[in-house]
């Protein structure tokens, strides 16, 4: 009998299990909504909507979820307008699901009202202003905030040493000597004491936020950590440079604009924009590739290999000639 890589439950089963767990009342629907690094099920119960995460066998330890869980009820106490964990009957917030692969840790967290911001539109730049304005209230909500020690923190080796080595792996042998001298230039730009270090959130990619009206709310801490603010702030320009074209300049400016309107920005966290830029893609590229026996080569194959190893070519020049946008004062 082969080994289980990865199971997918079904969700008229989950939904029970979520009545057995949580005082949501009877749930009338529980259906797969995403099977990607996490799986997550949209759930309908007494007339609301819910969205059940089920982490994989062996992604997060039961004490890093729990400090995750505890960050995000946290933000919320500080004000901060965020998708909250829901208590489970037992008083806790996390339930084991049983699995093939391993035990597998679920939570269930409230709906993020309203939708996802367009940045490849006429409104674009107005809409940057506004997830740029909604990341400064998270982080000012987060200000002084620890995580627990059972929660990762970022450090030089979590988000560029394992994510080049993971990638040293994939690429064709002639791209191997530039993806070496590029990760050697951005160990460089990690190496400032002046780079600001609080909570993250840990994916601000221009999805993570929905906006009903005036009201924004964060959701997926599932990367929170302690660490560059430089960085989580790079993660916009990570999401608009590869859905929208390599100088979206105006796009990203307001960004950055919209976050000072609510929160200052260090000078030496704007000018690590463009390095931070190309770490985000290249941690984001490692993720994908170290998982692409699960969610498949189709998606993440040689093609995706060599669109990144391009996209980091063209954004090298930007270390020594950096952006506008990444320019203090």
Not at 19 to 33: K, P
Not at 140 to 146: F, H, P, T, V
Not at 259 to 276: N, V
């Amino acid at each position: 009998m082969s080994a289980v890589l990865h199971t997918l439950f079904d969700g008229e089963a989950l939904g029970r299990r979520v009545e057995e767990q949580f005082d949501v009342g009877a749930v009338t629907q529980c259906r797969l909504w995403r099977s990607f690094i996490n799986d997550v099920y949209r759930l309908e119960a007494s007339g609301q909507v819910w969205w059940l995460r089920v982490h994989p066998a062996g992604w997060r330890s039961t004490a890093q979820t729990q400090a995750e869980v505890e960050a995000i009820l946290a933000i919320a106490a500080a004000g901060g307008s965020v998708a909250a964990p829901n208590p489970t009957r037992d008083g806790g917030h996390l339930f084991e699901v049983a699995a093939s692969e391993g035990p597998r840790n679920a939570v269930l967290f409230a709906n993020a009202a309203g939708a996802e911001l367009a940045f490849g539109s006429d409104d674009g730049v107005v809409n940057a202003a506004r997830y740029g304005a909604a990341c400064a209230r998270l982080h000012n909500a987060c200000e002084g905030m620890a995580l627990s020690a059972g929660r990762m923190a970022w450090d030089a080796d979590f988000i560029l040493t394992r994510p080049v080595q993971s990638l040293l792996k994939c690429v064709r042998p002639g791209n191997r000597a530039d993806l070496h001298r590029i990760g050697a230039r951005l160990t460089e730009a990690l190496a400032s004491p002046e780079l600001t270090r609080g909570f993250c959130n840990g994916d601000l990619n221009t999805q993570n936020i929905h906006f009903a009206g005036d009201k924004a709310t964060v959701f997926d801490f599932d990367c929170s950590a302690t660490g560059w603010r430089a960085f989580e702030l790079s993660a916009f320009a990570r999401g608009v440079t590869w859905r929208l074209g390599v100088e979206p300049e105006g796009v990203i400016a307001s960004f950055y604009d919209g976050y000072r309107s609510e929160r200052g920005i260090a000078a030496a966290d704007i000018e690590a924009q463009a390095p931070m830029l190309m770490i985000q893609r290249l941690w984001v590229g490692a993720l994908h590739l170290d998982g692409a026996d699960r969610w498949g080569e189709g998606m993440f194959g040689q093609p995706y290999v060599d669109g990144l190893m391009m996209w980091l070519r063209q954004w090298e020049g930007a270390l020594d000639s950096p952006p506008a946008w990444s320019r203090a004062g």
